[in-house]
T-cell receptor
Framework: GQQLNQSPQSMFIQEGEDVSMNCTSS?????WLWYKQDPGEGPVLLIA???AGELTSNGRLTAQFGITRKDSFLNISASIPSDVGIYFC?????????????WGLGTSLAVNP | DTAVSQTPKYLVTQMGNDKSIKCEQN?????MYWYKQDSKKFLKIMFS???????INETVPNRFSPKSPDKAHLNLHINSLELGDSAVYFC????????????FGPGTRLTVL
């Protein structure tokens, strides 16, 4: 099935560092979403983006919906140990009755205290 | 109160057996989903139901049969389990049919021996 290109695949950083990850697609999306999955849990929505160019923050997290509608990035500032987990981007296509979410392969983040 | 709950949390069984996983959501959502997360953490949608009606049915072996007795419940029955069925299965729900804000359950880790 269709997938998003999400990078990097994994990151290992020191506490306090800033983190950036992104997702790209060959097709246009109507919506971009960023989810976080803690170890042993299900994914939880962090940020939802609905308009091209939109920049949205949630605490130390900032995400942007690319102007071309084919990409999005997520930044985490001043990382802390509880930021550990897998971050997934997901996009929703522009049309069709069955507009299921298309998921990236995830970015695994490890934070060294 | 748990929004989306799944039972069991862990399921270990022999090849060839039949097993069921149950899911319930108390959010009043109309749409529920089943996802499979493999060892590489890729999230793959399997099924989606809206108000007890099947709306998404990805290319899943017909050994997998979802059942929705009411819109708050979506169960997954698996016949003749195979080694490749080992994965974490997540139930999710959303308010709308093409809902992008999906709420996930804690997952069921299925191990087939």
């Amino acid at each position: 099935g269709q997938q998003l290109n999400q990078s990097p695949q994994s990151m290992f950083i020191q506490e306090g560092e800033d983190v950036s990850m992104n997702c790209t697609s060959s097709s246009i999306f109507n919506t971009w979403l960023w989810y976080k999955q803690d170890p042993g849990e299900g994914p939880v929505l962090l940020i939802a983006l609905y308009k091209a160019g939109e920049l949205t923050s949630n605490g130390r997290l900032t995400a942007q919906f690319g102007i071309t509608r084919k990409d999005s990035f997520l930044n985490i500032s001043a990382s802390i140990p509880s930021d550990v987990g897998i971050y997934f981007c997901a996009g929703q296509p522009n049309a069709g009755n069955n507009r299921k979410l298309i998921w990236g392969l995830g970015t695994s983040l490890a934070v060294n205290p | 109160d748990t929004a989306v709950s799944q039972t069991p949390k862990y399921l270990v069984t022999q090849m060839g057996n039949d097993k069921s996983i149950k899911c319930e959501q108390n959010l009043g959502h109309d749409t529920m989903y089943w996802y499979k997360q493999d060892s590489k953490k890729f999230l793959k949608i399997m099924f989606s139901y809206n108000n007890k009606e099947l709306i998404i049915n990805e290319t899943v072996p017909n050994r997998f049969s979802p059942k929705s007795p009411d819109k708050a419940h979506l169960n997954l029955h698996i016949n003749s389990l195979e080694l490749g069925d080992s994965a974490v299965y997540f139930c999710a729900s959303s308010q709308e049919v093409a809902g992008n804000t999906q709420y996930f359950g804690p997952g069921t880790r299925l191990t087939v021996l």
